[in-house]
Structures are given as structure tokens and as C-alpha cells.
């Protein structure tokens, strides 16, 4: 829709929260004010036409809020499988969107795989908040070249301490436990793995801590970070790899777990606002 957005506060600070289908809609009990919804949005990426979508634009007090679902917004089912978003180079319209929408921080969603089987399910409010990142099987290259503000971002330090700092304070806030420390791999298939690639990046990351696996956040970080952007992940363990435990891996079981989750991963999204929204005006977070 090629409608303009509303006139932004002055003085505002805005943060991107990136969502996939199974977060997607306990989102609307976000509480956000003036809410704006855009689709289908054109982003030039030089020679290429991007479409986003979807996206909403809100406040949370004098916070302004992005709420992107990277897969768009088909409840259980994907317009744009994690395959589509490297076809249709919908990750880097998302990320040069955001950067040019002066979004500063953004805080993605995940849910992911466990290669380690001591890794609770999100359902019993515990989540995953990775330090480090790794690349998994066929993993495509992702980047803005000669159009990145940082071709060649250095990764000391992964993902941002400081938002990964406040997402412990918010996945606290919201009575949930935060394990703080995990490698996220980036594999990018759409199916779900099987017993030999799970075998497979087990032995790859057999000295990792806490390994889970997901197919969107690694493109957004090193996209994010190509344009000077803040990224950290929040990952709900939905189900364990094939061949971790005995239990057998089905999307409508990925599906129930989220649900099951659901209203904690909202809660803790408020608190990230109000979090977010007390280091603007320098103040100490309620919560």
C-alpha cells in the first residue's frame, strides 16, 4: 500500500520487534497506541523490488514500535518460507527498510530446534537468549555490498550485549527463565531436520553451548549489523532436532508449543517497550 505513515513524534526513539508465524498473533494484545497497518510496501534494494508484506507501526508511550512478521500473517502457515525470504531477497528489504525507517534497535523472535536435549520447551517459560552464532548446512550469503554502511562488520561481540541484557531484565519481569547463553545456527531449510543433519551439526557444534537451530535470525543479524544496526535474539525452543531425543517432530506440535507460550513472549515484548522506553528518558525500567 503506498499510503504515507503518520508524522513521527519529535524526539522519538524506535525499535523493530521481528516476529515469525508462531508469535504472530498473540501480538494483537500488544498494547500500542495509534496503530498504523501497511502491506505490500515496495523497497528498492538498487536493481531489485522487494515487497514487504506486512508491518504495523505504533507507540508505546513515546516509544515508536515496528512490529514486522518476517513469514507474513497466514495463522500456522508461512506466505514466505524461510526459503522464499532468500529467493525474494526479503530479509535485505526488511533490514534496509528498518534502517531507513530509523529503527536503532531491533529485537527478533525465533523459534528454533534444541541440539541439546537438556534445553527446556518454551511452554515452560524458558527461552534462550544466544551469544553466538554459527552457520549451518547450504547456508546462502547474505549482504548489501558496496552498500552496507560496515562491508565487513566485526563480530567481537555477536549480538548486542546491551539489548541481549535487556532482554534478560524483560524475560524476567515476565516471571519466565532466561538462559543466557546459546549458539544460534543459521540453517536456512524449509523442512525440518532430519536424524542425519541432525547428527551432523551436533558433531559441528558439539562443543557449543546450548546449540539451537533456526532458519531467519543469522540473515538478520549480519544484515542488521552491515547497516550499523543493534540486533538480539530471543529463541523459543519448539521442538528437539530428529534424532536428539525419541520423541518425533511434527509442525502441529511446533505450533501447540508457541500457543502454549504465547501470552508469556507477549508480556515479555511489553517489558522490552518499557524497558526501551525508560532508557530513553533515562529513567529506572517499573518492572
Known amino acids: 500500500m503506498g499510503r504515507k505513515h503518520m508524522k513521527e513524534k519529535p524526539n522519538c526513539k524506535t525499535i523493530a520487534i521481528i516476529v515469525g508465524t508462531g508469535l504472530w498473533k498473540s501480538l494483537s494484545a500488544l498494547n500500542l497506541s495509534e496503530r498504523e497497518i501497511f502491506q505490500d510496501k515496495r523497497v528498492s534494494l538498487g536493481h531489485r523490488m522487494v515487497d514487504i508484506l506486512y508491518y504495523e507501526i505504533g507507540y508505546f508511550k513515546d516509544l515508536r514500535v515496528v512490529i514486522l512478521p518476517r513469514h507474513g500473517t497466514l495463522p500456522g502457515k508461512p506466505q514466505r518460507s524461510p526459503a522464499e525470504?532468500?529467493?525474494?531477497?526479503?530479509?535485505?528489504?526488511?533490514?534496509?527498510?528498518?534502517?531507513?525507517?530509523?529503527?536503532e534497535e531491533i529485537y527478533g523472535f525465533n523459534t528454533v530446534g534444541a541440539l541439546d536435549p537438556s534445553l527446556p520447551l518454551a511452554n515452560t517459560d524458558t527461552f534462550v537468549i544466544p551469544n553466538d552464532l554459527g552457520y549451518g548446512l547450504g547456508v546462502p550469503v547474505h549482504s548489501f555490498g558496496s552498500k552496507a554502511k560496515y562491508p565487513h562488520p566485526e563480530m567481537n561481540s555477536v549480538f548486542s550485549e546491551e539489548l541481549r541484557s535487556n532482554l534478560k531484565k524483560a524475560v524476567v519481569c515476565a516471571n519466565a527463565k532466561a538462559i543466557q547463553t546459546g549458539t544460534y545456527i543459521y540453517?536456512?531449510?524449509?523442512?525440518?531436520?532430519?536424524?542425519?543433519?541432525?547428527?551432523?551439526l551436533r558433531r559441528l557444534y558439539e562443543h557449543a553451548a546450548h546449540p539451537v537451530v533456526g532458519s531467519t535470525a543469522g540473515a538478520e543479524l549480519v544484515l542488521a549489523r552491515e547497516m550499523g544496526l543493534k540486533y538480539a535474539l530471543l529463541c523459543s525452543v519448539s521442538n528437539y532436532v530428529q534424532g536428539v531425543t525419541e520423541?518425533?517432530?511434527g509442525h502441529e506440535e511446533i505450533i501447540k508449543i508457541?500457543?502454549?507460550?504465547?501470552?508469556?513472549?507477549?508480556?515479555?515484548i511489553e517489558n522490552i517497550c518499557e524497558i526501551s522506553q525508560a532508557q530513553k528518558l533515562e529513567e529506572v525500567c517499573p518492572c
Open 85 to 103: 525470504l532468500i529467493f525474494s531477497h526479503a530479509h535485505e528489504a526488511h533490514i534496509w527498510f528498518l534502517a531507513t525507517m530509523g529503527v
Open 187 to 200: 540453517s536456512n531449510i524449509d523442512h525440518l531436520e532430519t536424524a542425519a543433519e541432525g547428527r551432523a
Open 258 to 268: 508457541m500457543d502454549e507460550a504465547g501470552r508469556t513472549l507477549v508480556r515479555i
Open 247 to 249: 520423541r518425533k517432530v
